[in-house]
């Protein structure tokens, strides 16, 4: 099996920073995409950044150029640097992964971990 574990969340002023890490770790052969989401109290889940194991990276409009998505090959862990947060950042954050195992690529999700922007 896979797991993906996520840390670094927690409550910050609003212009404040976090960063999130997340390490997938299990049986398989290698880890593809990798991303962030997010869901708000009352709402769907959201894309915030993937990254491919090439190094090329998606964002969501309303985190660019605020969030830094990225990754280590070696180690199997992405992060995402959260600068400028705002209260609308408030949400629980999903590591995400696609990793192939047993020929097939199956996607993965991390249990969560919250952030809070509030003063």
């Known amino acids: 099996q896979v797991q993906l574990v996520e840390s670094g969340g927690g409550l910050v002023q609003p212009g404040g920073s976090l960063r999130l890490s997340c390490a997938a770790s299990?049986?398989?052969?290698?880890?593809?995409?990798m991303g962030w989401y997010r869901q708000a109290p009352g709402k769907q889940r959201e894309l915030v950044a993937t990254?491919?194991?090439?190094?090329?990276?998606n964002y969501a409009d309303s985190v660019k150029g605020r969030f830094t998505i990225s990754r280590d090959n070696a180690k199997n862990t992405v992060d995402l640097q959260m600068n400028s947060l705002k209260p609308e950042d408030t949400a629980d954050y999903y590591c995400?992964?696609?990793?192939?195992?047993?020929?097939?690529?199956?996607?993965?999700w991390g249990p969560g971990t919250q952030v809070t922007v509030s003063s």
């Open positions: 995400h992964a696609y990793v192939l195992r047993l020929g097939a690529y199956y996607a993965y």
């Open positions: 299990g049986s398989f052969n290698r880890v593809a995409v």
């Open positions: 990254i491919t194991n090439g190094g090329s990276t």
